[in-house]
């Protein structure tokens, strides 16, 4: 035998593909012969409704109406018109002549038609009806909504409501007969005639067809409520992530990702930063509008376009955020993980030296914003994006690459969502350009960020690597420098503008209030190592540190996690700016303070009536020398005021006593006597808001002690003997529990009695059943063998009758 089979002898199948592919050749053997098959009894059905019952006209606009003639072939067309009935026509009338087939088909379509017509001009109708009653609504108006019929008894009022005829009958019924003559001459005929024929109207339009709503509007209460719910959402998961807790998500213990809710301290739409960031409010501003605001084109059709494209790639790019939003640090390790290199060499810049050509550095005067190209070729580094802005003013920055994100929408090609993705770290690249110059433009930053945050959240972890990728090259710079000696002047161990806006922008786009998180944890982690192991030498680093409490400040806003490095910073500042008399012997408190006495020209001896201002931060990041004593008194009056913001954010720590006391001290110790008043109350106001925090702090400790009230002694119970106990059957002291096990144990004893009973009884009808079975078949077998017997005997008198016959042949032949 040869097995035919389809896929036995194929070794590269499996047993459930070889039974597809059979199962799937054996339908088609079986539709194959159908294919032509017309006669089939299979009903035909659109949309589950049957297609039988439907007349051949209403596929031509002319169905059924609620008219008496409906327009069909009803049955007396069939009777009279068809190859039915003709012994009634010919009973009838004999005389008139049989009417051909021709004849019959064409008085058929004559008919169709003007029944057609007919409907149509019944539909122009009730179109011309409904356009006069629209017409006429407006002056009926009144008697919609009129008021309360009125009394009957009163006189002089003729306001009749809608539905009057019933109700001017009603009332009528009560007048002599004159009155009601007369009043129903004078007042109520037309009025009754309009009202009747309204009536007629608004019965028609009941009968109309109404369309249905696909989805309800919510009510401004379930807007609401959802919206509460989302942020209830949101603060738990962000309470969460601070605490570093796992989800209790089912897809989270799965091991699926999903996407993060937005936090409290995201960056959303209704996002509005303070203009001054804890005094240093000249640098980077937050952002205040949403991605293209401001950015219209003044081309209409195009505009319109650009601003559809931008409304897709929203959305598409929120889709793209929510499968990969979680980001694994480990992915980032490739970029952060180069710890064995050397930490002796120059220091790398965060921008290449390459790209700050001086075409770049040429006055940006371009043309206007209507005469900006809407196409760009794509910048895949960024030389090729200074290239394309080469030439093109600040404010028109954005707009250009707003055009670049629409232009190369990861929808309209493909390979455009890996050059969005590269995008992010071109923008970043620009970002840190623009702001290491010596004038650096902090408004083109800011402009910059919308679109920074947007390729962020649609691509967390291309975003994130290029992040880590800066703080890395950040690290190494400063590990350089203290190397190389963190006292020297030429050491670069402090971030410069370009350090700091990153940084900044960390705290913008990212996430900072997470226990773990792939950029906030290193950004957090170099901030701590700047404050810690650089040195102060000049006005410069003061600012720059200054600047850093502040990101510190803002990252920790949500979480509250104590940053020690900050307060010390804070204390070094103060000891350095302002007279004191505080020796390394009597310096209150365990902070370091390496610097304490080592730079006098810090110091600020007398501001006169100096006033303290904003301070400026490129303007203090480019001084020479020791520099001014406006100087001096601006950083020294932001060093309280961060002081004071600390001690609010840190009230609740359990050990805030021991953290702000050497505070305080210090502050008492401050020479202030020569500073101007200005200087003075902010140092007064920021001693006594931490004063008065230390005191409630200190009310509101309870300290260990030993219980106030006696040990109280365990319970203890006599036990109770019994004389009879036996342990060959159960006894329970309780007689209630004890008549509940007995009438238990009955049951049990009972329902196996009762299961015993019915095996046997089910047993012996089972051997009857089997009984009568085997006679049964014992008959029936009987039977069978005397059939069978008879048959083999006529069988063997046939045979011996056929050889009879052959003998007779035989003998017959021989005569």
Known sequence: MVDRRFGENDATMTPEERMLERFTRERQRQTKGAVFNLEDDEELTHYGQSLNALDDFDGAGIELDDDEESGQIDANVVRHDHFGGFDDDGKEDESERTKSKAEVMSEIIAKSKAYKAERQEQREADDNARHQLDQEFASIRDLLYAPAPPDPSSSGSNSIPLGKPRMQHTSNETKPDDEKTSANDDKTGPIAKTDEDYDQFVRELVFDKRSRPTDRLKTEEELAKEAAEALEKAEKARLRRMRGEESEDEDERSG????????????????????????????????????????????????????????????????????????????????????????????????????????????????????????????????????????????????????????????????????????????????????????????????????????????????????????????????????????????????????????????????????????????????????????????????????????????????????????????????????????????????????????????????????PRTPNLSTLLNLHGDGEPQDKLDLLALAFTLLAKFAQMYASLSGFVELFEPAKKVLEGLNLEKQSSELQKRHSSTLDAISRTLKHSLSARKPLKLQAHKPIPIA???????????????????????????????????????????????????????KRQEEVDAAYKQRMARVVGEMHSERAEQKQMEREKKREKKRAGRK
């Open 256 to 611: 699926k990702r999903r996407r993060r809710a937005a936090q409290a301290d995201d960056l959303e739409d209704d996002f509005v930063e303070e203009d001054d960031a804890y005094g240093l409010g000249a640098g980077l501003e937050g952002v205040t509008g949403e991605v293209g605001e401001d950015q219209e084109v003044e081309e209409g059709s195009e505009d319109d376009e650009s601003e559809e494209e931008e409304e897709s790639e929203g959305s598409e790019e929120e889709s793209e955020a929510g499968a990969s939003e979680e980001i694994d640090p480990s992915d980032l390790s490739d970029g952060a993980g180069e710890d064995n290199e050397s930490i002796e060499g120059e220091v790398e810049a965060l921008v290449p030296s390459q790209t700050k050509s001086s075409k770049s550095k040429r006055e940006r005067k371009g043309p206007a914003k209507s005469t900006l190209p809407f196409t760009f070729s794509f910048p895949s580094s960024h030389e090729e994006l200074l290239e394309i802005l080469d030439g093109v003013s600040q404010e028109d920055i954005p707009t250009v690459i707003h055009r670049i994100r629409v232009q190369y929408h990861p929808s309209l090609a493909e390979g455009n969502k890996q050059r969005l993705q590269s995008l992010v770290a071109t923008l970043l690249d620009y970002t840190l350009y623009v702001t290491s110059s010596p004038t650096p433009s902090f408004a083109l930053v800011s402009s910059l960020t919308p679109h920074i945050y947007a390729l962020s959240t649609a691509y967390p972890t291309i975003a994130a690597q290029a992040f880590v990728s800066k703080l890395t090259l950040m690290q190494k710079n400063l590990a350089r420098g203290i190397a190389h000696g963190a006292s020297l002047p030429n050491s670069h161990t402090w971030p410069g503008t370009a350090e700091l806006a990153l940084l900044r922008l960390v705290g913008v786009v990212w996430s900072t209030s997470d226990l773990n998180h792939a950029v906030g944890t290193p950004a957090i982690l170099l901030i701590g190592q700047y404050l810690s192991q650089s040195r102060l030498r000049n006005l410069e680093d003061i600012a720059s540190g200054l600047f850093l409490c502040t990101l510190v400040l803002q990252y920790e806003s949500y979480s509250k996690r104590f940053v020690p490095e900050t307060i010390n910073f804070l204390l070094n500042a103060c000891l350095n700016l302002a007279p004191h008399k505080f020796t390394e012997t009597n310096l209150p408190g365990w902070f370091p303070a390496p610097e304490l006495g080592s730079l006098p020209g810090l110091r600020l001896k007398s501001s006169g009536k100096l006033t």
């Open 716 to 770: 203890t119970h006599v036990p109770q003997f019994d004389a009879q106990y036996s342990g060959r059957r159960p006894h329970d002291p309780d007689h209630e529990r004890a008549a509940a096990a007995k009438l238990r144990a009955e049951y049990r004893k009972e329902r196996k009695g009762a299961l015993r009973e019915l095996r046997k009884d089910n047993k012996f009808l089972a051997a009857e059943r089997a």
